[in-house]
């Protein structure tokens, strides 16, 4: 499945469409953020009934402002367009399909 970037404008629109929503917040310059990139590719493969999105908090300042991010990268789950789990930091294939499935 492909991942979409979202920005400040189509965030809210977007996010409310599906039942389960993984939203990446990172930036460009960001070491682990570069890292965790093609992990959430091969991810967003594996998993088919759920809707992987990126926000760069660098260009989307207020939707990482909402969201409270501080660090990054963040991996925020929503549930109908509310928060469910976070995650901070760098994970591993593994660990992100794992912090996905808990909350199906």
Known sequence: ?????????????????????????????????????????????????VDIFKVDVDENEETAKNFGVMSIPTVVLLRDGKEVARNVGLMNYDNLLDFINQHK
């Not at 970037?5 to 469409?17: A, G, Q, S, V």
């Not at 917040?25 to 088919?48: H, M, Q, S, Y």
Request: glycine letters at 4%; a negative charge.
């Open 1 to 49: 499945m492909e991942i979409k970037h979202l920005n400040d404008e189509n965030f809210e629109e977007e996010t409310n469409k599906s039942n389960l929503v993984v939203v990446d917040f990172f930036a460009t310059w960001c070491g682990p953020c570069r890292i965790l990139g093609p992990i959430l590719e091969n991810v967003a493969d594996e998993v088919k009934d």
